[in-house]
């Protein structure tokens, strides 16, 4: 009796255990993941963007009006990191919103923002809301896509807790996701049939920053097929973006500041020149960007297909902004925290095809895991002790530490070099591995295709769940370790 009751108890703990839903205390992991990468950083572009979003209210009370800003960032009373304010007015005006309080803390009780871990917080927490409202939006997306609560709920737990989002947002401190969640919220009024709020959220989404409209145009010609109406719409989907370029045109320190700002590099650097042909050297995100837009304009979609059938039509509309994306990211230099542009669509394609379940979660955690180990590896500005300085953890150890004389504690990659001299070899490994699993991911979930594989498929492992959540905690616990082995400290 008692060895079935014990038998009985098992099977129900192993049911649970592999089951679709997302419990409690695995959405308090995720958001102590993302306390411990928030408190532990604070990031050069946050401070940039925390100022220019403060310079709209300076410069509408008694700073020579809004076409100012752009001359007034370029002076840069506040000490922001970088002298050019080189993005649209959209892309800080949210935040500009948000920072009214700690503006006024600034203007009038003479707290300088860029010196204050709290007030930089503060401005950082808009960026955390966001992607709580992001993973909502995802969540209901999901829904209508697959018609299962728990799978929705994996998707958006699973964008809630990517790496990916951890850095752009808790670590960096970045304002893609102004740009992210807008988008979302286009594609979920696209799949309700709402055709003009559709075209309103892409407009606002393309005003805040231009990389929407790859994947803008791809979903377009997925359900017109008309060229005339897509012009048409595209036309209304950058017109929030050419209303801002008219209102600062001939602004003071504007045209200097899109030509020295980052937006203009990433746009020239967005089609580079991979391979030599006879004709000269072709962009392969080009040739990518051609062959998802014939694909999306020969699917059978039209304007009815999303009355008749809104979870197939979503299937497509979600993967063919993956495959944009990630077109983007695999053939074109990006910044590493830009990566998060992919998050909540991914997920979502992946949560599809539940024959598929536990392979796609090692997919993408083999791929999550390496892309950021090569970032880091190749040197980019990430997991260095000079970004603990000033950060809320570093106040409450009472001190900064000087970076310029850590040696080979300055940063993870520094550390492992030194410590490892194979490191340096295993970068080619990890680039294979992130290009693999990007290709298995988007091959064995493509929406016209059920793949599944004989062997462990459905199988739904929790454990990868946590380590999906946990990726970046080893990257911060080190960075954090070498912040406190740094030999000079700086006491504040």
């Not at 205390?25 to 963007?49: H, K, M, P, T």
């Not at 991979?274 to 062959?291: E, H, K, M, R």
């Not at 063919?320 to 983007?328: A, E, G, N, Q």
């Not at 199988?459 to 370790?481: K, Q």
Request: glycine share 4%.
């Amino acid at each position: 009796m008692n060895k079935t009751k014990v038998k009985v108890n098992n099977t129900l703990a192993d049911k649970s255990f592999r089951m679709d839903k997302i419990f409690a205390s695995e959405w308090i992991l995720a958001a102590s993941v993302g306390f411990l990468v928030f408190i532990s950083s604070q990031y050069i572009d946050l401070r940039s963007l925390t100022i220019w979003s403060t310079n709209v209210w300076d410069v509408i009370f008694g700073n020579g009006g809004i076409r100012n800003l752009y001359h007034y960032s370029y002076q840069n009373v506040h000490d922001a990191f970088h002298q050019y304010l080189g993005s649209e007015l959209m892309s800080v005006l949210p935040m500009s919103i948000w920072n009214l309080p700690i503006w006024i803390a600034q203007r009038f009780f003479h707290h300088e923002i860029s010196e204050s871990a709290l007030m930089l917080g503060y401005s950082k927490l808009f960026l955390v809301g966001l992607s709580v409202v992001m993973v909502f939006i995802t969540r209901r997306i999901a829904y209508i896509i697959t018609g299962d609560y728990d799978k929705s709920l994996v998707a958006a737990f699973l964008s809630g807790s990517s790496v990916f989002l951890y850095i752009s947002v808790c670590f960096s401190g970045q304002n893609d996701i102004i740009m992210i969640l807008p988008s979302l919220f286009a594609i979920y009024y696209l799949l309700q049939n709402k055709h003009r709020a559709f075209l309103l959220w892409s407009m606002l989404t393309i005003s805040i920053k231009p990389f929407f409209i790859l994947p803008f145009l791809a979903v377009l010609v997925l359900y017109e097929k008309n060229f005339l109406k897509i012009l048409l719409r595209l036309l209304i989907g950058v017109a929030g973006l050419l209303v801002q370029k008219l209102l600062f045109l001939g602004a003071p320190m504007y045209a200097e500041s899109m030509d020295n700002g980052p937006s203009k590099r990433m746009l020239e650097d967005m089609f580079p020149g991979n391979i030599s042909t006879a004709f000269g050297y072709i962009s392969i995100f080009a040739v990518a960007l051609v062959l998802i837009y014939l694909y999306s304009y020969t699917r059978p979609f039209d304007m009815e297909s999303i009355k008749e059938d809104p979870a197939k039509f979503g299937k497509y509309v979600v993967y063919v902004i993956t495959l944009t994306y990630m077109s983007y990211v695999m053939f074109s230099p990006f910044s590493y925290y830009r990566i998060a542009v992919i998050v909540p669509f991914l997920y979502i394609v992946m949560v599809e095809n539940s024959k598929m379940y536990m392979y796609n979660l090692l997919f993408d955690i083999v791929f999550s895991f390496s892309l950021i180990t090569k970032i880091m590896l190749r040197g980019s500005n990430i997991f260095m002790i000079g970004f603990v300085n000033g950060s809320l953890l570093a106040r409450t150890f009472g001190y900064d530490v000087n970076e310029a004389t850590a040696g080979y504690f300055e940063s993870v990659d520094s550390y492992l070099y030194l410590t490892n001299d194979l490191i340096d070899h295993l970068q080619s490994m990890f680039t294979g591995l992130t290009v693999v699993c990007i290709a298995l991911l988007l091959f064995f979930n493509r929406p016209d295709k059920d793949t599944e594989f004989k062997v462990s498929g459905e199988r739904n492992c929790r454990p990868l769940l946590w380590v999906h959540a946990m990726l970046i905690v080893p990257y911060m616990m080190l960075t954090i370790w070498l912040f406190t082995q740094a030999p000079e400290r700086i006491f504040v």
